[in-house]
Nanobody, 114 residues
């Protein structure tokens, strides 16, 4: 399984973050897709996930600011986060679960400037 994410970088406080990720091979299906994030010295934490039925799980810390969407036919998952705060600075990881196994992308750094 390979996960290729794009987006991230430097964003101003109050700005908007858009991340997208494609999972391969396309012949696989991924029942759960989403995003986690991690800051130095802290455990990786869930941001948001979505399943094939469209049900989402969203962390309390970002609830109301995050929209997650996916396209199961294309194996893509996207995250949109608004009203960014400096505490949103982290490495964001694309994530999928398949047959009980977790897979992570390499991570993309998001820095929110104050």
């Amino acid at each position: 399984v390979q996960l290729q994410a794009c987006g991230g970088g430097l964003v101003q406080t109050g700005g908007t973050l858009n991340l997208s990720c494609v999972a391969s091979p396309t012949t696989f299906s991924f029942p759960v897709m989403g995003w986690w994030r991690q800051t130095p010295g802290k455990a990786r934490e869930l941001v948001a996930t979505i399943n094939r039925g469209g049900s989402t799980t969203i962390a309390e810390s970002v609830k109301g600011r995050v929209t997650i969407s996916s396209d199961s036919a294309k194996n893509t998952v996207s995250l949109r986060m608004i009203s960014l705060k400096p505490e949103d600075t982290a490495v964001y990881y694309c994530y999928v679960k398949r047959f009980g196994l977790d897979y992570w992308g390499q991570g993309t750094l998001v820095t929110v400037s104050s």
